[in-house]
Structures are given as C-alpha cells and as structure tokens.
C-alpha cells in the first residue's frame, strides 16, 4: 500500500518487577500496596482521636494545634510519595502501551485524512462537471424553446412550454460494507478588521478627503442615522452645532465611507459581531448570512466516517 512502519515498536522483552500484566498480577500488587501502606494506620487513628479530643483555649493548646495540624500534613506527603512509587512500574506500563498504539493509530489517523481530502477534492470535481452539463441542458432546453416559439408562431398557435430539466445533486452519503460516509456542511468565519485605520485593513491606501459640516442637531441625527453611524459616534455627531469633521474614504467607483467622525474610528463589524468568537456571529452563519461586513465566510464542508 506504499506505507511502511519505521522501527516497529515491540511490546519489552523484559517484565518489570510488579507490572499489572494480568488480572492475578494486578490483584497481587494491590495487595502489596496494602501492606506497604498500612504502617500509617494506627499512627492516622492516633491522630484523629488527638484531633477530635483538641481544645484550644490558650496559647500552649494554640501550639499544640499547630504542631498536630503540621504533623498530619507531612504524614499525608509522605504517604503521596509512597503511592507515587507503588503506582510508578504500572504508569510506566500504561505510558508504553500507548505509545506503542499511538505508533499505529498516527498512520491510520493519516489514511483516513487522506481518503478524506481526496473524496473531498472528487467531490468539488462532481460539482463542477455537474454544473457543467446543467449548462448545456439549459443551452439545449433554451434553443428547444426557440424552436417551438417560431414553429407555433408559423402555425398561428400557442407554443407549448418547455419544461426545464434539473439534475439531481450528487448524493452525500456513500454506503460500503465497512460503514458510511456522508459530508456535512460546514461554515467558517474569521472576522477582519474593526476599523479601517487597522494595519491589517486591505483598504489601507485607497483615497481619503477631509470634509466638515455644520447644521441644527435635527439634520445632523438624520444624516448621522442616514451614514449608518450608532451608539456614542452619533451621539456625538447629533449635538454638534459647529463644524464637525469627517474622514471619507473614496472606493474606485467615487462611493464614500466614513472613516472617522472628529477622530472617532467607526467600526467596519456591526457592533454585536465584534467578537471573532461572538455566538451570534455564528448563529447567523449558520442560518445562512453570508454578506458580513468586516467578516471573511467561507465553505468547509467535513467528511464524516461511521
């Protein structure tokens, strides 16, 4: 198949001392640890009933407190450490083993990714040579329809309509003796840059004008409203009885944006899609907005296997 595995992992020639390689093995071990642990039993009871019987009315009982509470600390860390050295020949196990599948799993989680990204790539192919012979149908059905108009205009009657011919699409479930693998749809976003003055705006460069107005609060709303502008920008734009100054940017057909109003950046993302990671971005997206300003959104449908 062209795949070959590089220093094929074996499982070690040599058994470790205490490695729970069977059940019997594994019971054995636990056992061990039980009588390796129990010489802190009656010392822990001892401490309990000094705890329990504690008062601490005064300084002397103060420092007892302190001294029983320290003591049953560093007893609970000595006991942390003998776990750690019981459990480590079995963690050590567990880490191999592991590893030793993770040796296969990577080249099979590989294959399956490949399949995947060439089904996808065959997938693109069916659509195009779909869309493609749909073309020709219309061009046919189109020239069909021509020649039935001039056929019944010669006659003196009513052309009978062609009915369009519409190919199905290409089924998204593909059914083997193995499972089966259907495409989901799939929408991604990544929200661009908030305001125009940002480095990574791909407008940097384009024409800009400075231009000032001036009129009542009551003209200056509408035309603030009109310019798209909200929240503190129209706030600001509203009560401005003197001049205010805008920076325009002039796109390649002589349309103009706003770029900032008296130095105020406006937003090039609606105000509730900020956030890359917004929810709403994402609930939009899903429900078929694919127009954002400010927001990159393309298609990456997912090959699922089952």
Known sequence: MGWEIEGEPTLPEKKEEGLPMTLDAAKKAIEKAKVDLQIYTQAIKDMKTEAQLLKVEDEEALVLSVDLGIRAK????????????????????????????????????????????????????????????????????????????????????????VPATVLAKTTKTVRTAAG????????????????????DYPGIGKPRIIAYAHADKETMYQKGVEAGMKGEPLEKFKFALNEVKFELEIDEEGWATIVSVDGKLLPIIPAEFLMADSKALRKVVDGGQRNIEGVKIWRDDKEVYK
Do not use: C, M
Not at 129 to 149: M, P, S, W, Y
Not at 180 to 199: D, L
């Open 180 to 199: 089966i693998a259907y495409s989901s749809e799939y929408w991604k976003f990544e929200a661009g840059p908030v305001h125009r003055n940002a480095s």
């Open 74 to 161: 560093k007893l609970a860390k000595e006991i942390n450490t003998e776990r750690d050295r019981i459990v480590l020949p079995a963690g050590e196990f567990t880490k191999a083993v592991r590893n030793l599948a993770k040796g296969f799993t990577d080249i099979l989680d590989s294959i399956e990714e490949i399949t995947k990204t060439k089904n996808r790539s065959f997938k693109v192919l069916q659509d195009q040579r779909r869309l493609e012979a749909q073309k020709k149908i219309d061009e046919e059905t189109e020239k069909l329809r021509e020649k039935v108009k001039e056929e019944a205009a010669a006659a003196g009657v009513e052309a009978v309509e």
